[in-house]
């Protein structure tokens, strides 16, 4: 089950990876979109995890799948490339993403208390 788990959490972080940086523009403004969306699943899926499993176990590896997949996708490539730029949607999402996950983790905890 914990292996599902954190592959679930690896699933949701790279969807959330690649949505992030999306924006739509009205005008001369852009709203991050993107950025909404990938915390929107973040969230989402752990809620769903913490919601299906009575520990926090399950709720942790889901973090960590997270955890491990934006950190490689964050990291650069030899070519050059990024998939979660330095840019402020990128750190927003790196931040939020990481709140989303401690949340859930506390959350699952205190309901096994």
Known sequence: MLAVAVAFGGLIAAIGCF???GQIFVGSTSIPIGLLAAL???WTGCT???SLTTTA???FAVGAGWVLTVLTLSAQ???GDLVVPGAWYGYAFLVGGL???VISIFRSGIKTL
């Open 48 to 50: 769903v995890v913490g």
């Open 77 to 79: 490539r030899p070519a």
């Open 19 to 21: 949505w992030q940086s």
């Open 99 to 101: 709140l989303i996950v």
């Open 57 to 59: 176990a399950a709720s």
């Open 40 to 42: 929107a699943i973040t």
